[in-house]
């Protein structure tokens, strides 16, 4: 009923394209142009593979390295209109988009024993450049919809790094190498976190911060971005 008068008050658009649409979310055309990461995939980082793998397989990378996290999940690859949407969302300021994207990674998401959110966290000044974090908004959707609570003051970004987009893999793993720290406190002992971030590149931001939650006292921790970047 309410949704039916909303609709009719203020039809619905899609938030990639502004045409209209039956839901909420984005129109079929946008969101049929998300490109979603599915199986065959890394049992442990996620990175999809290109050959039809039985699952509950790890990467080479995964074999030989022990990842801080138990599993890290994407929603869909960093390109087309889920890039155009996260530009739109994180650059341009348009916050109206967290709503979409967070029941995007909602959607994506079933909840396996984790008992808290934790968005990675952004510096201070970046957060006075942007006037926002993105995860922590994509964290409060999600959280939300599955009825978890958010932390987002314990996790923080203690120095402020060069933006990761140039850089290759070995120096993002340098640039955030003691970026994070967590603040004093006991929340996340024996929690089973669930790490939100938008998006997943080398995975460097992630590990780091993984890294600090379970020095903390975390038992788990799964990690889930909105897209992520692929090569195939
Ligand atoms: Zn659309
Ligand atoms: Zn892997």
Redesign the pocket.
């Known amino acids: 009923m309410l949704t039916a008068f909303l609709n009719l008050l203020l039809p619905p658009i899609?938030p990639?394209?502004a045409?209209h649409?039956e839901n909420r979310g984005?129109?079929r055309?946008?969101h049929d142009g998300i490109r979603f990461i599915a199986s065959p995939l890394c049992a442990c980082c996620g990175v999809p593979f290109v050959s039809q793998q039985s699952s509950g397989h790890f990467c080479a990378r995964c074999i030989k390295e022990k990842m801080p996290f138990l599993k890290a999940r994407s929603i869909g690859a960093y390109e087309g209109v889920l890039l155009e949407a996260i530009h739109m969302f994180k650059y341009s300021g348009k916050t109206s988009l967290a709503k979409p994207l967070g029941k995007l990674m909602a959607d994506g998401f079933s909840n396996k024993g984790c008992d808290l959110v934790v968005p990675v966290p952004l510096h201070k000044t970046r957060l006075k450049e942007r006037g926002f974090n993105q995860s922590l908004f994509l964290a409060r959707e999600l959280a939300a919809i599955h009825n978890l609570p958010v932390d987002y003051i314990h996790l923080k970004r203690i120095r402020a790094t060069d933006p990761q987009i140039n850089l290759k893999e070995k120096e993002r793993v340098k640039n955030v190498r003691g970026a994070f720290a967590a603040a004093d406190g006991k929340v996340f002992i024996d929690k089973h976190i669930l790490l939100i971030d938008d998006v997943y590149t080398t995975g460097a931001t992630i590990r780091e911060c993984g890294r600090i939650l379970k020095r903390a006292g975390a038992k788990g921790i799964d990690v889930l971005t909105l897209a992520r970047v692929v090569n195939l």
Do not use: S, V
């Open positions: 899609c990639a394209c045409e649409t984005f129109c055309k946008c």
